[in-house]
């Protein structure tokens, strides 16, 4: 029987030192991809190899061939030249990856199950399941709720989570506790608190409310104690669950993609993109809202704007609907198209922009589409035709769209967001706060983009995760009818261009390499 292979030995005795089992088929891809290096290439290579794989979020401490390919593969793409997509790629979020919280291995796995338009109800069953675990997770990894550590010196006050279960079962007690649960309307207009254990009616006549904009299907932190004689929760405070910055969730989940793209692991954990990113610090993103493309006043502005920029042109040009100015009817299909057509004969003029730039052209409410159920497609094919063909770099998102440039998540979303959470919120904001702080607050909170009743905002069951924020993104932008605005909040840059045209035409540039905004103004 003959001895076994000294650099075989060297590859399993390296993975066993980190906790690693290599399966067969995976030493012996990696004997025949290091066969012809010498001792300290092998070492250096079987180091990053590890180092890519502990940031994985592998199932279990035994590796495969497939994940040693995908490893070698990032590993290459630190050592590649430049390419252009690497640095910038639009992801269709019907096709993102979906990931589901386990509760027994608290781990954010892979759900690769078939997902459909037409969702059954258990996809709605599992839609509000999934933001329930996955917000409850995050909260009870917060400092107020861990608990703390036997003689150790704690400096602040420590919380505990009880559920709706729970405090339905202490019977004749009525001590404070606080309870993560949805608001929910089971009887027309009584609230209740509902969890995955149970649900109870609430008083919230005199609770006092923190900072945020509250809405059914909102999950909230309510503090207050349960009243045996009416059978009710009376709540005395109600805030929004502690959002977690997305260094904070790879510490426990790892740099796995949870994003989308092609990258094995999360971008930001890639140093040759982050290199390239300081590289390119003249970048910019110019982003504008609501371009009514038949107003004669905004394609003037346009052209004022694309004169200006095409000596230097900016990488990219984020277009945001609705591309019309009035309500879909019969006649709006063939004037959008000539709108487009239009854009097209005006960017022709600028051949530097057309061959250089990126052109994104997310839709709005009232464009044409399947309906108002998110997320949206694109802009139908035959509409966009002329521009399509008049562009290198036309990219027709779904809306939201996923933006993924350099070591940056982008997330992109056209709605009327602020007016409509008001419109059906529990209790108007509190003064003292623009109303945009409360909405960088929900949304963050939340880790979703629509925290609104399903008939508020409906969703496709089997696509509510391509509406989530968590990981929490480096940008998020929500182009509103509202006044533009920025907001900086848990390591995330969350702002609004505003719209173009009731605005003075005025629009956002955004810098990435110094994660800086712009506001811009095309004078009259």
Request: with cysteine; net charge neutral.
């Amino acid at each position: 029987m003959s001895a076994p292979d000294p650099l075989r030995r060297k590859i399993v005795k390296t993975f066993k030192l980190h906790g690693l089992t290599l399966r067969s088929e995976g030493s012996t891809y990696l004997q025949s991809l290091l066969r012809e290096s010498d001792s300290s290439e092998v070492n250096e290579a079987l180091t990053r190899i590890i180092d890519v794989l502990s940031k994985l979020n592998l199932p279990s401490p035994v590796v495969d061939k497939t994940s040693l390919e995908s490893a070698v593969s990032e590993c290459n793409e630190d050592v590649q030249p430049e390419t252009s997509d690497k640095i910038f790629s639009v992801i269709d979020v019907f096709s993102a990856p979906r990931f589901k919280y386990n509760c027994e291995r608290k781990k954010l796995l892979l759900d690769s199950s078939p997902r459909s338009l037409l969702g059954s109800a258990a996809d709605k069953t599992r839609l509000i399941r999934d933001r329930y675990w996955l917000t409850l997770q995050r909260t009870l990894r917060h400092d107020l709720f861990t608990p703390p550590v036997p003689g150790a010196v704690s400096g602040s006050t420590k919380f505990t989570l009880q559920t709706v279960e729970q405090v339905l079962g202490q019977h004749g007690e009525s001590k404070h506790t606080i309870v993560l649960a949805m608001v929910v309307q089971l009887e027309e207009g009584k609230y209740s608190l509902e969890d995955a254990s149970a649900h109870m009616l609430c008083d919230l006549t005199d609770a006092k409310f923190h900072l945020g904009i509250f809405t059914e299907f909102t999950f909230v932190l309510c503090e207050g104690a349960y009243d045996d004689v009416r059978s009710v929760f009376k709540v005395t405070g109600v805030g929004l669950p502690p959002p977690e910055p997305a260094r904070i969730t790879r510490n426990y989940f790892g740099n796995t993609n949870f994003f989308g793209g092609n990258a094995a692991t999360c971008v930001s954990s890639i140093s040759l993109l982050k290199d390239l990113e300081r590289e390119r610090s003249d970048a910019m993103f110019v982003i504008l809202s609501d371009v009514w493309l038949d107003q004669a006043s905004v394609l003037g502005k346009l052209k004022t704007m694309f004169a200006g920029y095409s000596k230097v042109p900016p990488f990219a040009f984020i277009f945001f609907g609705n591309f019309s100015s009035g309500q879909s009817h019969q006649d709006s299909t063939v004037k959008l198209k000539a709108g487009f057509k239009a854009l097209a004969d005006m960017l022709a003029s600028y051949p530097s922009l057309c061959s250089d730039s990126h052109f994104l052209f997310i839709p709005g409410p009232q464009d044409p589409g399947p309906g108002p159920v998110l997320p949206r497609p694109p802009l139908p094919a035959s509409i966009v035709e002329p521009i399509s063909k008049q562009l290198a770099h036309a990219h027709m998102c779904s809306n939201p769209a996923r933006v993924q440039y350099c070591s940056q998540e982008i997330v992109l979303f056209r709605e009327n967001l602020i007016n409509k959470m008001c419109r059906h919120c529990l209790r108007f904001p509190l003064r003292g706060e623009e109303l945009h702080v409360h909405l960088a607050k929900t949304l963050l909170s939340q880790g979703h983009l629509a925290s609104l009743p399903l008939h508020a905002m409906p969703v496709y069951w089997g696509h509510d995760h391509a509406l989530r924020l968590y990981p929490i993104p480096d940008v998020v932008v929500v182009a509103d009818k509202y006044d533009a605005f920025s907001v900086l909040s848990t390591d995330c840059l969350l702002f609004n261009p505003g719209s173009f045209p009731k605005s003075n035409f005025s629009f956002k540039v955004y810098l990435p390499a110094q994660r800086k905004i712009e506001n811009c103004e095309i004078a009259t």
